[in-house]
């Protein structure tokens, strides 16, 4: 097979090849997902953020309407002003609903942008549909809209090829789980923060695997030993972690 230099996503069309053993599917970009304000946030839950082990965290993270006594292992330092927190193992900010004027209202501002932008990303039409009924492992995705009826899984490595623009929509009816030390593989300048996973049931990324987008969870996002996400946590319960890293 004569190789190939560069993948051109045309709207409309999907192919699906074999390339050593390898499955590429190619599809057109959709406009990415806006996620309004609670895109200042690399972890927002409405339920709790937990943490055991040394995690470390690059950006704001936040809870809303629950207080912040549901922020538990980061050693909270509160400010002189009452309106956030710092932690040793966080870079940024940290914010409670019951902390001091403005960020009450902030945090329900950034809340309703987080359920608007899963209502959004379910919402798009789909271009593939059923996926590897479910196991993407060993898939290389372009740009597009997939979306699956079931849960799915990554129990192999999946890459996601692409340039730094383009983007990337998981619409998942179930359950999401990528296998301890597996990865989701960016590839030709794909971006993070162009990939969007909206999932209906729990996340779940296993001990030190890595993982790659923006994850708008309707119910809970658990990190694993050592897991490391390069993205946001975005979900409408609880997130955990255990020694991950978050950037």
Do not use: C, H
Not at 35 to 43: K, Y
């Amino acid at each position: 097979m004569q190789k190939l230099s560069r993948v051109l996503a045309v709207v409309g069309t999907f192919v699906l090849l074999s390339l050593t053993g390898t499955s590429a599917v190619f599809a057109a970009g959709p406009a990415p997902v806006d996620l309004g304000t609670a895109g200042n946030f690399v972890i927002l839950s409405k339920a709790g953020i937990s943490t055991t082990g040394t995690t470390k965290i690059t950006g704001n993270i936040g809870v809303s309407p629950i207080a912040a006594t549901a922020i538990t292992g980061f050693g909270l330092v509160r400010d002189s002003s009452g309106a956030f927190s710092r932690s040793s193992l966080v870079t940024g900010r940290i914010y409670a609903a019951n902390y001091a004027v403005p960020t009450p209202s902030q945090l329900t501002s950034a809340v309703g942008a987080m359920e608007t932008a899963y209502r959004n990303a379910a919402g798009r039409t789909a271009g593939v549909t059923e996926l590897g009924a479910g196991n993407i492992g060993g898939l290389t995705l372009a740009p597009g809209v997939y979306k699956w009826g079931t849960g799915v899984k990554i129990p192999t490595d999946v890459t996601l090829s692409g340039g730094a623009n383009d983007v990337w929509v998981f619409q998942i009816a179930g359950t999401l789980r990528i296998s301890s030390g597996k990865n989701v593989i960016l590839q030709n300048g794909a971006q993070a923060k162009n990939i969007f996973w909206q999932v209906a049931g729990a996340t779940t990324l296993g001990t030190n695997s890595t993982f790659n987008g923006n994850i708008l969870d309707k119910t809970n996002i658990a990190l694993q030993t050592g897991a490391v996400l390069s993205g946001r946590a975005l979900a409408q319960t609880a997130v955990t972690l255990d020694a991950n890293r978050v950037k």
